[in-house]
Nanobody
Framework: QAQLVESGGGLVQPGGSLRLSCAAS????????MGWYRQIPGKQRELVAS???????NYADFAEKRFTISRDLASDTLYLQMNDLKPEDTAVYYC??????????WGQGTQVTVRS
């Protein structure tokens, strides 16, 4: 059964940085596209960034030039480096396959809060 465990969230001031990690126990981790999603309270979950098996990244407009997605195939770990964080980045962040239906599950997510 697929398992996703996110970590690295926390409270940070505007302009600060965080690095999220995701330990992924998914058989297709190395051969499928993986992504980071986020859910802002009261809004739909949205895709933040994705990375293909060839390590080609794609970013949502709001993440471009501030966030960097990467993956470690040796440890099946997905990362999201987030810089210049803004209050509107406050959300629960999740990792998953892209599309998410491929894994059939969600992890617990990690809370990111950006405020002074």
């Amino acid at each position: 059964q697929a398992q996703l465990v996110e970590s690295g969230g926390g409270l940070v001031q505007p302009g600060g940085s965080l690095r999220l990690s995701c330990a992924a126990s998914i058989s297709s981790f190395r051969i499928g596209t993986m992504g980071w999603y986020r859910q802002i309270p009261g809004k739909q979950r949205e895709l933040v960034a994705s990375i293909t098996p060839a390590s080609s990244p794609n970013y949502a407009d709001f993440a471009e030039k501030r966030f960097t997605i990467s993956r470690d195939l040796a440890s099946d770990t997905l990362y999201l480096q987030m810089n210049d964080l803004k209050p509107e980045d406050t959300a629960v962040y999740y990792c998953n396959t892209v599309p998410s239906s491929r894994s059939g599950t969600w992890g617990q997510g990690t809370q990111v809060t950006v405020r002074s």
